[in-house]
């Protein structure tokens, strides 16, 4: 039997590890994702002149400036395609990440509760609770790990269409205009870039609404446990 318990053991620690390089390969790759849109933006916005001119480069003809922000254009609708596919394809294993890691914090919450409810002379008690805060602290890191990339990504998109809105109160260059109209309806089309199986946009307010869920499960717990007693 104890040979049984710790082959599960192992099992279940090597599955944790293998859950774990799964998401940092899809945080990198979010990274990855989130620095191309950056340094697009970055190139976008450099058709600008400085701030205290606000007005389209005069250095460049109307031609070339408009091949260069198909260029730009192409480059990050290619970012963004890219990202969906990866979103399609690693969606469910994403899916399985967030909630597994859900659940580890109700667990680890529920052990905290136990432990804390034990009498204060058990030995290693005090070991066991500050160890299960640890566990919930460091659960809940890796769910802002997963999290804050993919909103960063997103608030990038935003910002796309800010320096669209500037980039088209300031050009006076109408084949110009009409490209960025066109990139404009592109982007409002687009939905969230990373929603695993569409079910919910990996955003920072989701990381705010699992905290407070799991602490509602948690305060449950701890109620119904002083009733029992």
């Known amino acids: 039997m104890p040979d049984l318990l710790i082959s599960v053991y192992c099992v279940l620690c090597l599955a944790h590890f293998i859950l774990f390089l799964l998401e940092l390969q899809i945080v990198y790759t979010v990274l990855i994702v989130h620095a191309a849109l950056q340094w697009v933006n970055r190139e976008i916005a450099g058709l600008c002149t400085s701030a205290d001119t606000n007005h389209i480069s ?89 999290i804050d990339p993919c909103h960063r990504t997103q608030q990038e998109v935003e910002e796309t269409k800010k320096i669209l809105g500037h980039l088209m109160t300031n050009s006076t260059c109408h084949s110009f205009v009409i490209e960025l109209k066109m990139f404009c309806r592109q982007l409002l089309h687009q939905s969230p870039l990373y929603s695993p199986l569409n079910i919910c946009p990996l955003e920072r307010p989701l990381l705010t609404t699992v905290i407070v869920f799991v602490m509602t499960i948690l305060v449950s717990i701890a109620e119904m446990s002083d009733e029992m007693e």
């Open 58 to 146: 005069t250095f460049l003809s109307p031609w070339k400036l408009r091949e260069k922000f198909c260029d730009y254009r192409h480059s990050y609708m290619s970012i963004l395609k890219l990202a969906r596919q990866k979103n399609r394809n690693e969606g469910p294993m994403l899916l399985l990440i967030f909630f597994h890691t859900c659940l580890l914090l109700v667990i680890s919450g529920r052990h905290f509760i136990y432990y804390m409810n034990i009498p204060v002379d058990t030995p290693f008690r005090t070991l066991m609770v500050y160890g299960q805060i640890v566990l919930f602290v460091s659960h809940i890191f890796k769910l802002f790990i997963i």
